[in-house]
């Protein structure tokens, strides 16, 4: 079993349309969450950091579950920019981050 | 200061060969890191530095893979012998060591082993 896991979609929705992605992960130790965007054959950039409260930057709103180790990302009000792979990633200490395999949004129009 | 660059940003070479490639983190950051990532999975990985100490490195890298930051800046990494498999998108990443703020990756090297 992989220490994050994503569903790697690929989600396809229309533009307008709400979507969200959850991401799993194993070891309850784990102490900070983000979630990058990587666009096709480009580097992972922070979409933002997730913290236990909750947070959201505009149309994103990030939540994590520290019970059930889930984390989650929202997207209203989808722009065809969005389309991109969405990685999850997780700490387990001030070290290494751990990356899932992505999940797909494809936004049309 | 523009960020991670890496260098080459493509490599193509003949199994059994050597590569190295080169990483300029941000420079007020003292955590650097590398990565693999091959297409349709999530960037693997490799190894990282705080300052010039090499403070972890994956038991998935063979002995073949060796990598260095000499002062503490730019690092390299090193791949001997390489096979077929070692082709990937390598990555590095740079952040502040307390590492809340995520990383900031460079463009990457693609290295294609033929």
């Known amino acids: 079993r992989k220490e994050v896991e994503q569903d790697p979609g690929p989600f396809n929705v229309p533009e307008g349309a709400t979507v969200a992605f959850n991401c799993t992960y194993s070891?309850?130790?784990?102490?900070?969450f983000f979630w990058y965007r990587q666009d096709c054959r480009k580097e992972p950039k922070l979409l933002m950091s997730?913290?236990?409260s909750g947070n959201e930057d505009g149309r994103f709103t990030a939540q994590l579950n520290r019970a059930s180790q889930y984390i989650s990302l929202l997207i209203r009000d989808s722009k065809l920019s969005d389309s991109a792979t969405y990685l999850c990633?997780?700490?387990?200490?001030?070290?290494?981050?751990?990356f899932g395999d992505g999940t797909t949004l494809t936004v049309k129009p | 200061d523009t960020g991670v660059s890496q260098d080459p940003r493509h490599k193509i070479t003949k199994r059994g060969q050597n590569v190295t490639f080169r990483c300029d983190p941000i420079?007020?950051?003292?955590?650097l890191y590398w990565y693999r990532q091959t297409l349709g999975q999530g960037p693997e990985f490799l190894t990282y530095?705080?300052?010039?100490?090499?403070?972890?490195k994956s038991r998935l890298l063979s002995d073949r893979f060796s990598a260095e930051r000499p002062k503490g800046s730019f690092s390299t990494l090193e791949i001997q012998r390489t096979e077929q498999g070692d082709s990937a998108m390598y990555l590095c990443?740079?952040?502040?060591?307390?590492?809340?703020?995520?990383?900031?990756f460079g463009s990457g090297t693609r290295l294609t082993v033929v």
């Open positions: 997730v913290y236990s």
């Open positions: 070891n309850s130790a784990s102490q900070s």
């Open positions: 990633v997780v700490n387990t200490n001030a070290g290494k981050s751990t």
């Open positions: 990443a740079s952040s502040l060591s307390t590492g809340s703020g995520g990383y900031t």
């Open positions: 530095f705080q300052n010039e100490a090499q403070l972890e």
């Open positions: 420079s007020e950051h003292n955590r």
